[in-house]
């Protein structure tokens, strides 16, 4: 069935309202302190980046958190809490965002594979680069094509077992 469009104008606010709400219940845990160093909390989260970083590229791993010694938080907390709206513009974000919600697997780990593939993009240079710089780059994440972005996050679903 077709709705006329004055119907669904007049729902397009609701329906944004809904999607917001849908979406940050997903992460509401994260904004909870007494469960950050749950399960289910921020830090864990930000472990599971981690990982997920280690299990797809080691040497970047490795000289994030080892060599120059980036602890993921003073980054991905940004990217995690605020759903990667600082990071790129309003367009960009919503198509995260349509992304996030769309995603069978659920949010958490879609957001989680479009972190990881943000530093898989700038991979070289945050091989070049020392703690200050690596930081900078991190904070400050370049412009980017947010499809080849998802495209590459979509490349880190695990691959089904039977």
Known sequence: MILPVDI?????????FFCFVELLSGFRDHFCQQLDNSVVGIRSTITKLSQLLKEHDEELWRHLEI???????????????????????????????????SDPE???????????????????????????SI??????????NIRHLLYVANKLRPVPTC
């Open 8 to 16: 669904v104008q007049a729902c397009a606010e609701a329906d944004t």
């Open 135 to 144: 930081l900078k780059l991190l904070q400050h994440y370049p412009p980017t």
């Open 106 to 132: 659920g949010p958490q780990e879609t957001l989680l594979r479009i972190c990881c593939a943000m530093l898989i993009l700038i991979r070289r240079r945050l091989l070049a680069g020392d703690f200050t």
């Open 67 to 101: 060599t120059t010694k980036v602890n993921p938080q003073f980054y991905a907390f940004r990217w995690i809490t605020l759903l990667l709206t600082q990071e790129f513009n309003f367009a960009d974000s919503l198509h995260i965002w349509d992304t996030l919600l």
